[in-house]
C-alpha cells in the first residue's frame, strides 16, 4: 500500500487528558461492528458497563453520551477508562483514529490530521514554510480497489499539485490565490467529464496566464457591492446547522453584530489577521489536501473549492470580529476559530452535507459572490 501524508503528520502526538477540547465529549461516539461485538463479550463488571451503554444502529453503533455530551467511558482526567481497562488495541476505529482523517483511492491511502484538534491545528499552523507532502510504501495487502475512474484520478491528482502551487504562490496576496485557485476549480468542473482537463491544467501552470487571469477577475469583482448582504446569508445558513458546541453560536453572533455594525476599523483589522499570512495559505492547503481529490468519487470538484474557499473567507471574517471585540488577535485566538469551524463543519456529515447543498441553492455562495466577497469586501489586507 502507498502511504501519503503532510510532512508534519509524523510529529503529532495526542496529549490525552490534557487537552483543552477533548475529542471524546461534544458529539456521538460511534463504534464500528467488529468493536461493537467484542465489547458485548468482555466479562466482569466492566462488559456489564461497555453493555449498558450500547446502542444499535444499523452501520455503526453508538455509545450513549452522558451530561454535556461526554462520552461515557471519558472519566473526570479526561482519560478513555476503555484504553486503560483493556489496552489501547481495543478501542474502537473511530477513537483510534481520530482525529486522523483516512481516505483511500485504489493502492493509495492518504492520512492526515484534523484542524478540530487544537494540537494538530497548532502543529499545522507554527509552520512557516510552504507544507509538502510525503510518499512510502508499506507490506500492506490491497483489501479491495475503488470503483474510480483512474484516469479522471491521475487528472486531479495532477490538477491538485497545480491548486497547492497557485495556493503557496507567496508572491501574491492570499486572497488573490484563493481567487485564482476557484476560477481554477470552476474550470476544471465545465469539463470533469470530458478529455479537457489536461488542457486547464496546463494553463494554471503558466505564469503570465494566471498573471493575465488574475487581473480580469480582480477588475470583474473588485467593484461587488453586496459583500455584507452575501455574508450575512452565509451566517444564517451556519447557524442553521447542528450546533455541537456552545462556543460556535457565540463566534457567529459576534460576526454578524461586527458585519452589521459596518465592520468598523477594517482596513486596520485586515492588515492585522494577514500578518501570517502562510496560516491562511495552510488553511487552503488543508482542504485542498482533504477534500479536492474526492471528486473521483462524485465528479463534484467545484463544491470543494467553495468548501475550502469559505473557510477562508469565515476566518477572516471571525478574526476581524474577534479583534474588533478583544482588541487583539494572536496566534492562539486564531487556531481557536479554526478549530471551533472545522469541529462544527467538518465533522457532522449532515452539517457538511447541509453546506454543500446550499453551496448549491444560495446565490450567496455562487463562484460571483465568493469571488466577490474576497476581492471586493473589507477582508482582504
Known amino acids: 500500500m502507498k502511504i501519503r501524508i503532510p510532512e508534519y503528520y509524523k510529529d503529532f502526538e495526542c496529549i490525552g487528558g490534557e487537552c483543552i477540547d477533548t475529542c471524546c465529549a461534544g458529539w456521538e461516539v ?7 461485538a467484542y465489547y458485548k463479550s468482555v466479562e466482569g463488571t466492566f462488559g456489564d458497563r461497555l453493555r449498558s ?6 452501520v455503526e453503533d453508538r455509545f450513549i453520551l452522558q451530561d454535556n455530551a461526554r462520552c461515557p467511558f471519558l472519566n473526570d482526567r479526561n482519560l478513555c477508562d476503555i484504553y486503560s481497562e483493556l489496552g489501547k488495541d481495543k478501542l474502537c476505529e473511530t477513537c483510534t483514529n481520530f482525529p486522523r482523517h483516512i481516505t483511500e483511492f485504489g493502492n493509495t491511502r492518504e492520512i492526515g490530521i484534523s484542524l478540530s484538534c487544537p494540537i494538530a491545528a497548532e502543529l499545522i499552523m507554527k509552520r512557516t514554510q510552504p507544507i509538502k507532502f510525503e510518499m512510502y510504501e508499506n507490506d500492506e495487502k490491497i483489501s479491495g480497489y475503488n470503483d474510480i475512474d483512474a484516469g479522471l484520478y491521475y487528472n486531479l491528482c495532477a490538477a491538485r499539485e497545480t491548486a497547492y502551487n497557485i495556493c503557496q504562490n507567496r508572491d501574491l496576496q492570499i486572497n488573490h490565490r484563493a481567487v485564482l485557485f476557484l476560477d481554477f476549480a470552476a474550470a476544471l468542473q465545465k469539463k470533469i467529464k470530458s478529455s479537457g482537463l489536461s488542457g486547464i491544467i496546463s494553463d494554471y501552470k503558466d505564469e503570465t496566464f494566471i498573471r493575465s487571469r488574475l487581473n480580469k477577475l480582480i477588475n470583474k469583482y473588485s467593484k461587488y457591492r453586496k459583500a455584507d448582504i452575501s455574508l450575512l446569508e452565509w451566517l444564517d445558513t451556519y447557524k442553521s446547522l447542528e450546533h455541537i458546541k456552545n462556543e460556535w453560536p457565540v463566534m457567529l453572533s459576534d460576526a454578524e453584530e461586527y458585519i452589521k455594525k459596518g465592520m468598523p476599523n477594517a482596513e486596520n483589522s485586515a492588515i492585522l489577521i494577514h500578518k501570517r499570512d502562510y496560516e491562511y495559505e495552510h488553511l487552503l492547503v488543508y482542504y ?8 473521483v468519487f462524485d465528479d463534484r470538484l467545484f463544491e470543494k473549492a467553495q468548501l475550502a474557499c469559505a473557510a477562508l473567507i469565515m476566518q477572516e471574517l471571525s478574526g476581524m470580529a474577534w479583534y474588533d471585540k478583544n482588541n487583539d488577535f494572536s496566534f492562539v485566538d486564531q487556531i481557536t476559530i479554526m478549530r471551533i469551524y472545522s469541529k462544527e463543519t ?9 453546506l454543500y447543498t446550499q ?4 446565490k450567496a455562495f455562487s463562484c460571483k459572490s465568493i469571488m466577490g466577497i474576497l476581492l ?3 477582508l482582504g489586507a
Open 376 to 378: 471586493g469586501s473589507n
Open 359 to 362: 453551496f448549491h441553492k444560495k
Open 288 to 295: 485542498i489536501y482533504r477534500y479536492f481529490l474526492r471528486a
Open 346 to 354: 467538518e465533522h457532522s456529515e449532515e452539517n457538511l452535507e447541509e
Open 30 to 36: 460511534d463504534v464500528d461492528k467488529k468493536s461493537s
Open 53 to 58: 451503554m450500547l446502542v444499535d444502529y444499523p
